[in-house]
Structure formats: structure tokens, C-alpha cells
């Protein structure tokens, strides 16, 4: 068996004091696992975060161009299976989950319990609305009208290959629901994350960060601000390491402009005279 880092190991021991505080363990012990902790955070502050490989390799496959081929390919090859395949449906649950999670993304346990005409809504003339309350932080998450793109892609999946002019009333027999299951009973928790990871190489929570990433290079100032909503975090304690990362990118682009004009000899002439 492979050893965990200690990262995980750390998160296993907080579960253990937590579990001793409020089981009225001797407070000596609990010191003495506290000090095992913190042993283990300083050791895996200075290991790599494997996400920040996986992610890397996602940006140069494309990062969200990757996202809408894998889309489009599970869609298609959902259409040349029989419609009534647990293999079809499953293609199609996927492409749905990506599609959802490009417009806009959630972690895998809310993604899992989403139900048709409560978390989701769909209005008759097609348009998908999406609005929940995120199980990690108490904060209602209210996305609005999903794009009308990736609502097409949520018509595929619970059409189910039926004719186009039925999904609104596809929609209304499957009212109560879960949406990917297309049942009264959800998949487990991580069947969202793990679809996503079979599809594109990384698990669901990865495309929170890639989210981030392309928030963070298109405008590093507003970024901190836009992510925190995008995200949902309930603090901007929550969204510190994004806060970390916005402003290193534009210190970095302030320092290549200022270095630009210093090096650009038409400045230089200007200045001269």
C-alpha cells in the first residue's frame, strides 16, 4: 500500500482530537496528538501539491478548451449507443456535470444532491436555473440562467436520445429527482468527481482552481473579489491562497510594464528631449 503524505495523515490526526475534545479525552493526550499535527503540517508544507501538476498539465491540453472536446466527445459517443445503455447515460451524465461545472463550479458532494424543480429548474422555453445552498458552508449559492450551451447539454441528459421538442416535459416527470441519476436515490458522492476525472485526468475540485486561474490571468486585481463569489467561500479567510496568487501575478505585470518602458528606446528618446 502507498503511504499517505502528511498532509492526509495531519487531517486524520484532527479528526482524532476532535473526536477526543468531545469525547472528554485526558487533556495530556490530546496534547500529545496536537503536537503529532503540527509535526506533520510543518512536514507537508514543504512537499509539492500534486493538484498543481494535474493542473498544469490540464492548462497545456488546453485547460478549458480540454473541458468542451470532452464534452462534445461524450455526447457523441452517447449517440452511437442504444439509448436505453447505462453506458449512454453515464456518457451523458458526464458531459452534463463538466458543462454545469464550466459555467459554474461546485464541490462534488452538492453537485451529487442537486434535485430537478428544487436545487434545479428549468423555465419552458428551455432555460436552466440553478441555486442551492453549499453543504461546506452554509451559503446559498444562487447561479441565475445557466448559459443557454450548457443548458442544451442538461436537455441531452435527461432526454435521454428522446426528441427535442419532449424536454420540458421530460423535465416535469422527473420533478423530485436527482439530476444526474435521473432517480429518487443520488449516485454516492464521488461519482460527479470521479465521471470528471475519468473524462479529463483530474477530479472535479480541480476545475474550482482552473475557474481561478483564468479569473486571476485575465484581471489580477478584481480577481480576489470575483473569485470569493464565483467560488462561494463564505470568507476571504477561505479564499487567502487565491488572494496570494492574484497579487503575485499583477506585481509581476506591473513590474513588466514599468521594466518595458525602461527598455523601450522610444521612451528613452522622449525622455532625452
Sequence with gaps: KTAV??????????GLISLAKYGG???????????????????????????????????????????????????????????????????????AILAVCVNDPARTGDVSQWTLGEQFTRTPWGSWHLDWQQEKTGNRKLAGELWPEIGRVIDEHILGGRPERHAHRRYEELRGCNWLSLTPQPYERRWPSERVSDAIGVPLHDLRTLCSDYLRQHDPVAAPQIVSVVLGHRTREAGKEYDSQCGETASQREWQSIRGEHLDGSTRRKRRR
Design 5 to 14: 503524505n502528511p498532509r492526509t495523515a495531519a487531517n486524520y490526526i484532527g
Design 25 to 95: 479525552l485526558d487533556e495530556v493526550a490530546i496534547s500529545g496528538m496536537q503536537a503529532v499535527q503540527r509535526d506533520l503540517l510543518c512536514k507537508g508544507k514543504r512537499l509539492p501539491k500534486r493538484k498543481d501538476a494535474r493542473l498544469n498539465d490540464l492548462h497545456e491540453d488546453g485547460g478549458y478548451e480540454k473541458v468542451m472536446r470532452a464534452i462534445v466527445q461524450h455526447l457523441e459517443d452517447a449517440d452511437a449507443l442504444p439509448d436505453w445503455t447505462a453506458e449512454a447515460a453515464t456518457l451523458r451524465a458526464a458531459a
